[in-house]
């Protein structure tokens, strides 16, 4: 019992360091974008978030290939939600024509 909840919490732990990796992401971009310095928060946002997510992924995987994986498999979950989550209406879409 005491392992199927440390993977349990391996999984959500993937999901809320991929949730801040791409939700920072998808907030700098819009932040960015609009700034006067945009690489300043590009390059400070890249190294804020990957400090965060290896120290994370580090803390979870230690020596336990399996806990890795499942962060890992929650890490991309959080990635597909944040993507589904921030994406642009049909009508609203801002491509070239």
């Keep these: 019992m005491h392992e199927a909840l440390m993977l349990l919490l391996s999984w959500a732990a ?8 791409f939700g920072g992401l ?5 932040e960015g974008i609009a700034s006067p310095r945009p690489a300043l928060w590009f390059g400070g946002s890249l190294l804020m978030r990957m400090s965060i ?18 962060c890992l498999v929650g890490f991309v979950m ?3 939600l944040v993507t589904w989550r921030t994406r642009l209406p049909a009508d609203k879409d801002t491509r070239p024509a």
């Design 78 to 80: 959080a990635r597909l």
């Design 53 to 70: 997510a290896l120290a994370g992924f580090y803390l979870v995987g230690r020596s336990h290939a399996e806990r890795l994986l499942l």
């Design 14 to 21: 993937g999901i809320v360091l991929g949730a801040v990796f």
């Design 26 to 30: 998808w907030w700098t971009t819009r």
